[in-house]
Nanobody, 122 residues
């Protein structure tokens, strides 16, 4: 079992930045590709970005490309999502997820965090 805990969400003005963290425990974090997803009220969960187990490959949704960056520190068992130039439409609960390293990009995720709320509003 891999436990994932997100943090760093909050209220930010349009154009602002936030960095989300996702701390992992319980299994060998470096064996997992990591993904970020979000779900806005009344909408389906959508993919945001992913990073490979080594950090060498990254993949983003078109809606966040150029604004969001994911990174990881395997020594700290943590993956990050840096969000810049935030827009009101980025408002959602953000989740991190882990997929045992295999095909790229991951098609199925094995473990999920509980989510952290991000609200972009003036």
């Amino acid at each position: 079992q891999l436990q994932l805990v997100e943090s760093g969400g909050g209220l930010v003005q349009p154009g602002g930045s936030l960095r989300l963290s996702c701390a992992a425990s319980g299994r060998t974090f470096s064996r997992y590709d990591m993904g970020w997803f979000r779900q806005a009220p009344g909408k389906e969960r959508e993919f945001v970005g992913a990073i490979s187990w080594s950090g060498g490959r990254r993949y983003y949704a078109d809606s966040v490309k150029g604004r969001f960056t994911t990174s990881r520190d395997n020594a700290k068992n943590t993956v990050y999502l840096q969000m810049n130039s935030l827009k009101p439409e980025d408002t959602a609960v953000y989740y991190c997820a882990a997929a045992f390293a295999g095909s790229w990009p991951p098609q199925m995720y094995d473990y999920w965090g509980q989510g952290t709320q991000v609200t972009v509003s003036s």
